[in-house]
């Protein structure tokens, strides 16, 4: 049976050294306009083995890191020095009313409840409090990238597809800005044939099925003209960035 929902939200587990491995945190500018200016304490969402967390630690003096998964966040550990991951989620925040200045999300806000979500943000946020989020995704504007991750891509949360971030009906946050990085990652054919296997979609496979997706999608790059031959390929991704902050008037948010 296929896995759905809160199953494939979990399943990262499963390989998460490659995961820390393969995956990439967001561009530097991406993270720079996240953050933004005046943030000393923050809570990451979803933190997962680490990839942002690393990031926003050089920026931020203060950071909450919060990882429901064990599996995660023991690789976590051993990636991260200096940080730490506490159990937690987006709807269960393990954190004190008004007790930071902004709450991160990477890669990870389409597998949480957004109503629930925001209203355990809007109670760990200060007033004025910023909440941004990002996604790192593959570029398919490119034919290449398009046709060799056709082979797994689907949409888990048809209504939350991973990149839109649309706030619940009666939110207490202003309208998000977007912004957009385009960027490219060099990887060997070996570690891009890997990164498939680093997506729900193939972790959720039987591992014949996931044998025969490496097989094929090596033979693809292998074939292809733009990618033969080259020790090395520039794989492009698209980072898509939103951010907001609570709205004025909602400095005392019922946090009962």
């Known amino acids: 049976m296929a896995l759905r929902g809160n199953e494939l939200a979990h399943s ?12 990439s945190g967001p561009p530097a500018l991406a993270v720079d306009w996240l953050v933004g200016d005046g943030i000393t304490n923050a809570v990451e969402l979803g933190a997962g083995t680490g990839k942002f967390s690393r990031m926003l630690a050089e920026r931020i003096p203060e950071l909450y890191p919060i990882e429901p998964d064990a599996r995660m966040r023991d690789v976590f550990a051993n990636s991260s020095p200096g940080l730490s991951a506490l159990a937690g989620s987006a709807e269960e925040i393990p954190l004190p009313d008004a007790s930071v200045d902004a709450v991160f999300s990477g890669d990870s806000w389409h597998w949480f409840d957004p109503a629930t979500a925001c209203r355990e943000i809007a109670r760990v946020l200060r007033p004025g409090g910023v909440l941004a989020v990002s996604w790192n995704l593959k570029d398919k504007s490119i034919a290449w990238m398009d046709e060799l991750f056709a082979m797994i891509d689907e949409d888990h949360h048809p209504v939350r597809p991973p990149g839109a971030f649309a706030l619940p009906e009666n939110t207490v946050f202003n309208p998000p800005q977007r912004h957009v990085i385009n960027w490219t990652r060099p990887m060997s054919p070996s570690d ?21 997706l490496y097989a094929t999608s090596r033979e693809y790059i292998d074939k292809h003209p733009q990618l033969a031959g080259r020790e090395l390929i520039d794989v492009p991704f698209r980072t898509v960035c939103w951010r907001t902050q609570l709205s004025p008037g909602n400095d005392a948010i019922d946090r009962g």
């Not at 990262?12 to 491995?21: C, K, L, V």
């Open 12 to 23: 990262f587990g499963t390989a998460a050294t490659e995961y820390d491995r393969l995956r």
């Open 192 to 212: 891009l044939v890997a990164l498939l296997g680093t997506y729900s979609p193939v972790l959720a496979m039987s591992e014949s099925d996931r044998a025969r």
